[in-house]
Every structure is written in structure tokens, then in C-alpha cells.
């Protein structure tokens, strides 16, 4: 039964529809004596040669493209007989029509698709800046620790750390962003500081090769364990060299040629029997042979002749990426090739943005970091996959179209990879119906989290719920506020939203008003679980309808005496109330919940302040609040059901 429940009749603007050319004349004419604006070509030249438009463009993104304006395509289609709003999905029909009436040349390409040639032509551009020799320089190697669990990676990578800081300073302040760098007899090793394969082989199978050398420890009193043999095989298949560090030799069961013994069996010889492996005896506990093993890898390095372009535009892999609350999207690059630099149009997967800032493995600000070098970047617009390439765009522009390009591809795909079956989904409170009827309803959902730990654990725990009857599909996954997009996704598969932690802001809730959107937002997993696996058996809890009663933007922060921090904010909508329910959201994301606790407009203490008007709001115990974050007040209401 199509639509069910969902959403009626499908819209306008879906897929697209071919359409007779007889209706369209009819229509023509019967419009045009109605005294609708009737489209006049423009004289404006169109572009010279052929233009690429991607399949599924609206007029706004046509008309531009074509020199001319979203409205010219609207009424142009209108003369057409097809009512279409600028916003809507246009047919390559309609498309190809406008081209032809403007007397341009299109080609017509699926949504990606062209980003993904230009992304490929950009990154041609640095390949051939790589191919002159006389500009490759040695870089550090970047070197990745695995082994078996309990075999002492941790505290290895603990212990290189401490003790060779580069630029040594005894006792400064390190942080763990992903990777660090140590330096050695006046030369830079830099090691990727998650250890174990996991995040080894969930980089490579993301077609990262960010690893020069494997160091594969294992622990003297235990010897080779299955997670070693496997460990040993991944950095096989990775095809770089390894080195053996054999730790716990400070333990009085601990029995090294054993362990050699053992690795011989999987064909790692040591040296020192003929073979080519280097092994090297360690205790990570007592600080002993680590010196040994930095030597040992120096070695390695150097027989590897790593080289890259110091110079040039940046290019690399993200290896750890994450949503701060007070610094938005936070990702650890390292740099491959090329002088990653403050202000570079960085992109980075789908992610992209002006480099903001770059923070180095010890927490300070660095305006460039060179090859094998791991920073941290501030400034993207998404939170970016530990996998992700990053590369350093021309300009703005490009990164820009680039990265949203691919985050549009990448929903693309993530839509059919995840299900054939995305037709269209049933509501959550109709689920129970459909199922009574005997009919297999399948339940989209848009989930949006806070942090990817909630969203994997939310994922894992709804696809629990899934019965014969009822298949969940996740029609898109990410972390961060819920944004236009994610309506716009939710409604063209009859999606519901599942927010965890974050807020759709206005712009979305009104666009999910309009297109009829179901947005549930969660701050406990259990109650997502509780509310869905209700619904699921007809017993969807009574809503709570949150109305949000006021929305104020803060312009600036400041502090009074004995009052401590107060918010000065302007009042964009509704009624700022003193004692309601609070939240302040930054990106979309909930950062701190509570009451206001004092309300005052200039010196007065007041009880309510509408939109339109400023006043400053007290901070009681959360102070960490930043101009343009957003402070929302809402009410519960219940919803009866029908
Ligand atoms: P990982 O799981 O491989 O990261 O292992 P950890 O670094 O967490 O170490 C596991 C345990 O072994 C910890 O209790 C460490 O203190 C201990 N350990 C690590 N290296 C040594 C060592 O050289 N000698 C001894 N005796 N214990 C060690």
C-alpha cells in the first residue's frame, strides 16, 4: 500500500516525472491569458560550451548557472505547464527544456559525480607537483603500534612520549589528539597514538595509507597471541615493514626466544637468526630499550627513503575527528605532503572550511605543519571520518562545492547501500497500523547525535528492535544538529528524525512544519528505545509536544559582580521567561540545560522579555556560554493521540 500512513500522494518535486508535450501546450495557453508573468528571454549570453548540471537541481541552482535567474526558470516551466517552485527538484526533461530555450549547452551528471572528477583533477594537480624529484625532502616516518591486547601498547606509546617530547620540554603540557611527534638524536619519528588494528584497518579499508612502519609488540611472558598473528597480517597486507618490540622482559616468566621462536613460525626471522626482522627487547615499565627501538626505527625510516613535497598545497588523512562544544567540529589530520597552513580551504570528506586555527600534539597554536606532521584542525563545517582524505582546495569556492557535493553523494549512496527499500517509510505513530494489517512496514529514521559514541550505540540498540514485521532503516547517520538537510531527507523517504542530544534549529523545524516532518529529540537512550519499541507494538507514549516559547541569541558575555557571568542576547522570537526550562545550544548541539535564574532588561529585573528586544540572562552554574550560541526556553504540552 504506497504512501500508508506516510506521506500522501508524494510530492512535487520527487522523482521526476516524464510529462506528455501536448498537456504542457495546453496548459500554456490556458495560463497565459490568466495574466501570470509571462518569461521573457533575456538577452544575457549563457555560459560558452557546455555547462555541467547535476541531476536533480532546482531552478535556483539552474538558473544561475545558465545566467539567469531562479525565477526566469520558474516561469519559463509555468509557461510549460509545470508549476514548480524555485525550491523543487526539476526532471531532466524540464532541465534540458530550459537549456534548449536559453540556447545553452548542459550536460547532465549525477549529484557527485562532476565533484568527484574536479576532486580527482585537484588532487592530479598535486600528484604532478609530487613527480619533481628535486622538490621531495625527507620526512619523518609515521609509525602505528599494534599487537595483542594487555601486550603493552599503551604504555609504550605512553613512555616514547614522555621521555622524547619533541623540542623537549620537560614537563609540558601534552594532548592527545591522535598522533604525536618525538625526536631522537636531532631527527622526528611520529607515532599514531591509537593503538591496535581496529583503527589501523578501519583507516585502510577507507583507502588510508597513513602508516610508514608497523611496531608489533609482544609481550614476553605471553608470547604470540591469535590477535598478534593477526595484527602481523594486516600490517602485511599493508605492506610495510615491521618491527618487533618484545616487552615484559622485566618479568621473571618472561622467556624472549620464545617469542622469536614463535614469530619465526609466521615468518618474522629475527636478525639475529639469519633473518631480516628487527627485534628488540623491551620493558615499556621499566623505560628500558625504548632508546634501542627509536633507534631501530630511525633505521627503518631510512632504508625506506620517505620522502615528500614540503611545499605546496596540503594534502592528507584525518585520523581522529570529533565535535567539541566550544570548538565546533575538531579534526586531527596528519599531512602527507605539501605545508598545511592557518586560512587554507581545507576539504576534508564532505567536511570543508577556512582553517581557522592549527593545534600542535602539545596544545599550542602553529600557523603551518609540514609532512608527517599531526595537527589539529579548527574550522570545518561537519565532523569528518578518521579515514577521510583531506585536501587543500584553490580557493573557497571550490572547497566549499566540493565538500557539500560529496556530503550530498555520500546521503546518495548511504541511501542505497543501506536499503532497496527505501520507498517510502511509515510514520511512527501509523507503524502499529500497518503492522495490524499484516503489512511489512518498514520505519525510516534520520539519526542525529551529539557525539558518534551515542550515535553507535543508538544505532546498535534501535536495530535490536527490528522484527519480521517491521524493518528500521537508517536513511542518514551523523553527528551534529539537526539541519535543513536532514528534513529535507526525512521528507522526501518519509523519514522520522531521531535527535540525541541535538536541536533542529528554526530553519528546520519550520521547513519539517511545512513538509510535515516528525522530529523526536532524546536526551536519554533508553527513552529513544522505550518511545520506539512502544510504537512498535501500538503503544506510542503520549507526545510531548516541547513548544519553544522563546529563542534568544547571545551577542556577548560578560560579568557582574557577586552576579557572576550574564548573557546579553537579543530576543529573536517568542517570550524569554524567567524560570522556564532552558537550553543552550551551540551548532544545534545541547551544551547545558537548566533554568534561567535571572532575567533583567538594563537595570531591571524582569519577569518576561519578548522578541525583538535585548536583555541579559544570568548564568547560574554554566558559564562557558559564547556569543552566537542560542539559549531556546520551552514548555512541555502533551499531544493526545488519535
Ligand atoms: P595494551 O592493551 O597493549 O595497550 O597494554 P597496556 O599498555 O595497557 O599494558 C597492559 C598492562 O601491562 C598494564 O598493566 C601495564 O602496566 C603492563 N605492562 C606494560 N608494559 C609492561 C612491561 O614492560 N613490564 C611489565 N611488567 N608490565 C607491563
Not at 609530487?130 to 625527507?138: F, G, K, P, Q
Not at 606509546?157 to 623540542?167: E, K
Not at 510531548?544 to 546579553?568: D, H, K, M, N
Request: glycine share 10%; with cysteine; net charge negative.
Amino acid at each position: 500500500m504506497p504512501g500508508a500512513g506516510g506521506r500522501p500522494g508524494g510530492r512535487p518535486g520527487g522523482p521526476r516525472r516524464p510529462r506528455r508535450k501536448g498537456r504542457r501546450r495546453r496548459n500554456r495557453e490556458e495560463l497565459q491569458p490568466q495574466g501570470i508573468a509571462t518569461y521573457t528571454p533575456q538577452d544575457a549570453p549563457v555560459p560558452e560550451g557546455e555547462v555541467v548540471i547535476e541531476r536533480g537541481s532546482t531552478a535556483k541552482d539552474l538558473g544561475p548557472k545558465l545566467n539567469r535567474s531562479a525565477a526566469d526558470v520558474v516561469r519559463f516551466l509555468l509557461q510549460q505547464g509545470e508549476m514548480i517552485t524555485a525550491t523543487q527538484t526539476l526532471s531532466d526533461d524540464m532541465i534540458e527544456l530550459f537549456a534548449a530555450d536559453v540556447a545553452a549547452a548542459v550536460r547532465l551528471v549525477d549529484p557527485g559525480q562532476e565533484q568527484e572528477v574536479g576532486l580527482q583533477q585537484l588532487l592530479a594537480v598535486l600528484d604532478e607537483e609530487d613527480e619533481n624529484e628535486e622538490d621531495l625532502r625527507l620526512r619523518p616516518p609515521v609509525i602505528t603500534v599494534l599487537g595483542h591486547v594487555d601486550h603493552g601498547k599503551t604504555l609504550l606509546l605512553d613512555r616514547i612520549r614522555s621521555a622524547n617530547v619533541a623540542g623537549d620540554e620537560a614537563g609540558g603540557i601534552t594532548q592527545h589528539i591522535g598522533a604525536y611527534q618525538v625526536e631522537k638524536d636531532g631527527r622526528l619519528l611520529t607515532f599514531i597514538d591509537t593503538p591496535g588494528h581496529e583503527a589501523f584497518t578501519a583507516m585502510r579499508a577507507r583507502g588510508a595509507e597513513a602508516t610508514d612502519i608497523v611496531v608489533l609488540v609482544v609481550a614476553a611472558d605471553d608470547g604470540v597471541m591469535p590477535t598478534t598473528v593477526e595484527a602481523l597480517a594486516h600490517a602485511r597486507a599493508a605492506e610495510v615493514p615491521i618491527v618487533v618490540a618484545i616487552n615484559k622482559v622485566d618479568r621473571e616468566n618472561a622467556d624472549p626466544d620464545r617469542v622469536r621462536q614463535q614469530l619465526s613460525e609466521q615468518g618474522l626471522v629475527p636478525e639475529a637468526w639469519g633473518g631480516d626482522t628487527i627485534m628488540v627487547e623491551i620493558s615499556a615499565l621499566q623505560n628500558l630499550g625504548i632508546d634501542d627501538l627509536l633507534d631501530n626505527l630511525l633505521v627503518v625510516a631510512e632504508l625506506e627513503d620517505l620522502r615528500a613535497n614540503p611545499e605546496g598545497r596540503a594534502y592528507g588523512v584525518v585520523l581522529e575527528a570529533k565535535l567539541d562544544v566550544g570548538r565546533g567540529p575538531v579534526a586531527t589530520v596528519l599531512v602527507q605532503r605539501g605545508l598545511l597552513k592557518v586560512g587554507d580551504p581545507m576539504v576534508a570528506g564532505a567536511a570543508w572550511g577556512r582553517v581557522r586555527a592549527l593545534i600542535d600534539d602539545r596544545g599550542d597554536q602553529v600557523k603551518e605543519a609540514g609532512p608527517s606532521v599531526p595537527v589539529q584542525v579548527l574550522g570545518l563545517s561537519e565532523v569528518a571520518e578518521a579515514g577521510d582524505d583531506f585536501v587543500i582546495a584553490p580557493d573557497d569556492r571550490t572547497a566549499r562545492r566540493v565538500g557539500e557535493t560529496r556530503g550530498q553523494y555520500a546521503r546518495i549512496k548511504n541511501i542505497a547501500a543501506d536499503s532497496s527499500a527505501i520507498t517510502t517509510g511509515v510514520k511512527l505513530e501509523d507503524i502499529f497500523e500497518q503492522i495490524q494489517k499484516g503489512e511489512a512496514a518498514t520505519l525510516n529514521l534520520v539519526l542525529k547525535a551529539d557525539v558518534n559514541g551515542s550515535l553507535e550505540a543508538l544505532t546498535d540498540s534501535l536495530r535490536k528492535l527490528e522484527r519480521e514485521e517491521v524493518k528500521i532503516v537508517f536513511v542518514h547517520r551523523a553527528v551534529g544538529g539537526i539541519s535543513e538537510n536532514d528534513v529535507q531527507l526525512a521528507a522526501t523517504t518519509g523519514a522520522t528524525i531521531i535527535g540525541f542530544n541535538v536541536r533542529p534549529d528554526r530553519k528546520s523545524r519550520d521547513l519539517a512544519d511545512t513538509e510535515d516532518v516528525e522530529i523526536r529529540t532524546y536526551e536519554i537512550i533508553y527513552q529513544v528505545l522505550e518511545d520506539i519499541g512502544n510504537a512498535l507494538v501500538g503503544l506510542l507514549a503520549p507526545e510531548y509536544e516541547e513548544l519553544i516559547t522563546g529563542e534568544a541569541e547571545v551577542r556577548e558575555v560578560f560579568r557582574v559582580p557577586r552576579i557572576g557571568a550574564v548573557a546579553g542576547c537579543y530576543v529573536r522570537s517568542g517570550t524569554i521567561t524567567r524560570n522556564a526550562g532552558v537550553r543552550f545550544l551551540r551548532e544545534g548541539t545541547i551544551i547545558w540545560k537548566g533554568t534561567v535564574n535571572s532575567l533583567r532588561r538594563f537595570k531591571d529585573d524582569v519577569r518576561e522579555v519578548a522578541a525583538g528586544f535585548e536583555c541579559g540572562i544570568g548564568l547560574s552554574d554554566f558559564q562557558d556560554l559564547k556569543p552566537g550560541d542560542v539559549i531556546e526556553t520551552f514548555a512541555r504540552r502533551e499531544i493526545p493521540r488519535s
